[in-house]
């Protein structure tokens, strides 16, 4: 009979990198949205000051956890898409908190007024 050590030990490293994913309640779960905004006229620094400003201001709206906002890193590596110009990241504390948020009538007004008319094309990722 071979000693079983090299095979229990095989087991262990091959299963040592795994882990149990978590079961998340999704009603308690932080939602991350996140907005890249292509600009009209991205060398434009009035507009890129504006919309960023405008942008900052949303965190006095109920329900915005943390908001973070700034223009994109250029890079070489092909794999990053740095073709936006200006990236939003919002932290909500759920799903409800944000479609809150969205409807909000300061998000709505300052989105309209001061966001949008500057704005070439918006892509909006939502995730858990």
Same mark, same amino acid.
């Given at each position: 009979?071979?000693?079983?050590? *090299?095979? $229990?030990?095989?087991?262990?490293?091959?299963?040592?990198?795994? /882990?149990?994913?978590?079961? @998340? =309640?999704? #009603?308690?779960?932080?939602?991350?949205?996140?907005?890249?905004?292509?600009?009209?006229?991205?060398?434009?620094?009035?507009?890129?000051q504006q919309?960023?400003?405008?942008?900052?201001?949303?965190?006095?709206? *109920?329900? $915005?956890?943390?908001?973070?906002?700034?223009?994109?890193i250029p /890079?070489?590596?092909?794999? @990053? =898409?740095? #073709?936006?110009?200006?990236?939003?990241?919002?932290?909500?504390?759920?799903?409800?908190?944000?479609?809150?948020?969205?409807?909000?009538?300061?998000?709505?007004?300052?989105?309209?007024?001061?966001?949008?008319?500057?704005?070439?094309?918006?892509?909006?990722?939502?995730?858990?």
């Amino acid at each position: 009979m071979k000693p079983l050590l *090299p095979y $229990v030990l095989f087991l262990a490293l091959l299963f040592s990198g795994c /882990s149990q994913i978590p079961v @998340v =309640d999704e #009603s308690a779960a932080t939602v991350n949205h996140v907005i890249l905004l292509w600009l009209k006229e991205p060398d434009n620094l009035h507009h890129k000051q504006q919309v960023i400003e405008a942008t900052a201001s949303l965190n006095q709206i *109920p329900g $915005v956890a943390n908001i973070r906002v700034g223009e994109a890193i250029p /890079s070489a590596r092909s794999i @990053v =898409d740095d #073709s936006f110009t200006i990236g939003i990241h919002m932290l909500f504390a759920d799903r409800q908190a944000m479609e809150k948020y969205i409807t909000h009538p300061e998000h709505t007004k300052t989105v309209n007024q001061a966001i949008l008319p500057f704005v070439e094309r918006i892509v909006i990722y939502d995730f858990r």
